[in-house]
C-alpha cells in the first residue's frame, strides 16, 4: 500500500497528468471500492464517468492528449463481461487502433492504456494507476511536436 | 432520506413553477447558454473534510464560470443537508446543480430527488465524487487531494454548465416473476410471491427441485431432517395456484429491462409424457440398464429410467439419454411395455417456451468443491477419502446404504473418523480466499450424528478455526466437546498415508496447540470441502450480464445496504448463488429478494432512466452504423421523406452509448453523456492547477481547446 514511492518521498518536479475514462459499472465501481478499502494512489488521475467504455470516443483520447494530457486510460469491464453484453469488445478494438494511431503520432505506448477493472478489483485500479505514474515519471513530459 | 414520488411530465415543473418555485423552474426547461450553477460540498463528517480542505474547494468553486453560489454542509445527504441545497437553489435562482459528496452510485438517486424538490429537472444534477476517488485513496496527502478536489469540482462545473433536462419514461410492470433455481432459496422466493398474488415461474435445471439441501442428512444446529422440512414446501410450491414449475429446463436467453423482461426457456425432453406419469416406477424396475446416481454422487445406482430421488418433485420419470438402450442401439423398449400409461414417447423433442416478466430473482446455487488430482489429501488416490457432501448421503436414511454409516473401501462402519476443515476454502492458492461459512458447523452436525449411530467411534477434527457464529452454533459445538467427547485439534494436515492392506489412512499434522508434529490413523477421513460457484451460475452469467466479486459468487449491488439488488434493475439474488451461507440465511436472502421483487411489482409502473440515445435526423445519412454496434436493436433504420434515418427505439436502448462513437455523421448523442458534456470534462480535468513549470506552450494549447 506504501510501496509507491510518490506516497513517502517527495515528488519529482514532473507531475504528469492522466484522465481515466471508467465505465459505470465495473471500472468506476472498482476505483470506488479502492476508496472503501482505503487504497491509496498517487492524486495524479481524474476520472471521467462514462456508462460503458464503449462510449468513449477515440476521439476523447486524441482531445485529452492535445490538451495536455500525459497519459490516458480506458477501463471499462472484463471480457465477457459487459454490463452491456460486448461494449467492450468495440473497446478493445477502438483501444487496438488508438495504440497504433498514438504511436505513429510519436507518442510513447506507455502513455495510453486500455484496462479491464471489475468492481471487484479496487486493487487493481489503484495498483494500474501507481504503476502508470511512475512510467510516466520515468518518460518526462510529452514531446510538444507529438502532443499537437 | 425522504422518499419522493416524481412526476415527470413537462408540465409538472411548470406547475411546479407556479407553486412558489418562481422563475427558475420555468426557466431550466429552455437551456439557457449560462445556466446559474450551485456547488454544495459535502464534509461527510471527516470522511471527506478529514483530507481535502473543503473552504479551499467552495473558494476555488466561487470563482468558477457560472457559479453563482458555492456551500460547504457537514452532511448533504441528510436532511438539513438537503434542506439547505433547496432553499440555496431557490433563493439563488440555480439552474444547474453540482454536489461534491460521495460516489454517484452511492448517492445519486439521493440528490436527484432533493433536486426534484427544489423544482428542477432532476436530471440537472452533476455529482462529484470527492469520497471515494480522493479524500479516502489520497488520505496522506492532504495538500494534493485539496488541490485534485478542485479539479473534480471544476469537471463537475463544466460539465452542468452543459446538461439538459431529461424526462423519465414510465413503463408498466408485468405481474409476474421468474425464480431461477429450485433450491431452498428458489422455493421460498417462489412460495413468497405467490403467496403475495403474482405469477411464478420456477425454472430448475434438473429433473426435480430441491436443490443441494434435498441431498442433505440433517441440518445445524437443531438436527431437524433436511428434506423433512425441505418436502412440504416442494409439494407446496408444484401445487401452487400462482406457479408453473418448468423442471429440466433451461434459461436460453434473457432480453429486456426492469418490468419487461423476455426469457427464453428450453425444457428439455424427459421422454416421459408429465400428463400421463403418476411416478409409479414400473418402468424403472423394467428397465435393465443401471448407473451411479448423480444425486447419491456416485454412491448410489440408479435406472436409466430415474427419479434423482423418492421425494422428488414432480415425481415425474426421466430417461436419461446418454445410458438409455434405446436411444443407443434402437432396441429394448422395456419401459415401454411396462408402462400401463402409455407415458413414455421417445419421440419427445426439447420444448421452447417464452414468458414475459416484470422481475427475476436468480437462486443458482452453489457446487462443492471437488479436491484436486494429486493433492495432499488423496481424495481421488483413497477410497475412504470422501467429501462433506458424501457423508451426508452416507448418513441420509434414504441414501444408498439406507443410513448405515460404512466407509467405501469395504462397507465396515469405521472405528476411527478425522474430518479435515476449509478444504478447498481459505485457500489463495486455490484462489478462494472466503470461508465458506457452513464447513465448521456441517462437520460439527455430522460428529454427532456419526457418535449417534456408532457412540464407540473415535472423531478428531483438524481444523485451522472453528467459526461457530450463527444461533444456537456455539451451543452445538461446545455440546460436541463435551457430551460427546469430539477431540478439536488445530493443525492442518501435512500429509496423508494410505495402508494398502487396511485402507486406513495415516495424517501427519502439527498440532500448533501442543507445539508437536503427531501421526493418527484412521479409518475414514471426512473432507470439510468448501462451496463455490455453481455451474448452473455460470451459465446463467452468460445470459444475464450479473457482476461477480472477486470469489466468483454474483455480486450485490451494495454490500450493506442493496444484499439482495443486482446492478442490473428488477434483478435479485437468492441463497448462495451471492455467496456461501446456509440454509436460515439463504432462506432469509430468499424472503428478502421476494420482497424486492414484489416492490417493484405492487407498483405496477416503473420509471426507467433517460439515460439513452438519441438521433439528429438532419445529420443521420441512414448508413445504419449504429445499428451493427448495438446489441439490443435499439436503433432501426427507417425511410422518411429526406432519405433513411436511423431511429432510436427508447425502450430498447439501455443507454450504453457505443453506438454514439461509431456515428461517422456525429448524428448520435448519449443523454448525459454528450460529445460536448465529456470534452468539457477532459478540458478541465486538464485545467492546470498545480502543473509542473516549463508546459507553457500546452498550457496556451489548453485554454485555447477548453
Sequence with gaps: ?148 | MPVLAWSDDVNSYESLGENGVGETAREVNSISSNPRIGVFICHCGSNIAGTVNPSKVREAAEKLPGVVTAKENKYTCSDLGQDEIISAIKQNGVERVVIAACSPRMHEPTFRNCVKQAGLNPYLLQMVNLREQCSWVHSREKDKATEKAIGLVRMGVAKAARLEPLEAREVPVEQSSLVIGGGVAGIQAALDLAEMGFKVYVVESEPSIGGRMAQLDKTFPTGDCAICILAPKMVELSRHPNITLLSYSEVEEIHGFIGNYNVKVRKKARYVDESKCVGCGVCADACPVKVDNKFDLGFGKRKAIYVPFPQAVPLKYTIDRENCIHFKTGKCGACVKACSNDAIDYEIVDDEIELKVGTIICATGFDIYVPKKRDVYRYWESRNVITGLELERLINASGPTGGNFIRPSDGKPPKRVAFIQCVGSRNRKLGSAYCSRVCCMYTIKNAQIIKEHQPDTDIAVYYNDIRAFGKGFEELYHRVREEYGIEFIRGRPAKLSENPETGSITIRAEETLLSKITEREFDLIVLATGLKPSEGSKRIGKVLPLSLSSDGFFQEAHPKLRPVDTAIDGIYLAGCAQGPKDIPDSVAQAKAAAASAAAIMAGKQVRIEPLTAIVDEELCVGCGLCVEMCPYGAPEVHESETGSKAKIVEALCHGCGTCVPACPQKAIAANQFTDEQITSEIASALGGVGRAAGKTKKDANRAEGA
Design chain 1, 1 to 148: 500500500m506504501d510501496g509507491h514511492p510518490n506516497l513517502r518521498e517527495e515528488r519529482p518536479a514532473y507531475n504528469p497528468e492522466i484522465v481515466a475514462f471508467c465505465c459505470n459499472w465495473c471500472s468506476y465501481a472498482g476505483a470506488d471500492l479502492a476508496g472503501t478499502t482505503r487504497l491509496q494512489y498517487p492524486t495524479n488521475v481524474k476520472i471521467i464517468r462514462v456508462m460503458c467504455s464503449g462510449r468513449v470516443d477515440p476521439a476523447f483520447v486524441l482531445k485529452a492528449f492535445s490538451l495536455g494530457a500525459d497519459g490516458v486510460i480506458i477501463a471499462g469491464c472484463h471480457p465477457s463481461d459487459c454490463h452491456y453484453i460486448n461494449g467492450n469488445e468495440k473497446t478493445a478494438i477502438r483501444g487496438d487502433f488508438l495504440s497504433e494511431f498514438i504511436e505513429d503520432a510519436g507518442i510513447e505506448s506507455q502513455r495510453f492504456r486500455v484496462e479491464w477493472i471489475a468492481g471487484s478489483e479496487g486493487h487493481k485500479f489503484a495498483d494500474v494507476v501507481k504503476q502508470m505514474v511512475t512510467e510516466l515519471e520515468a518518460l518526462g513530459p510529452i514531446s510538444e511536436e507529438s502532443a499537437q
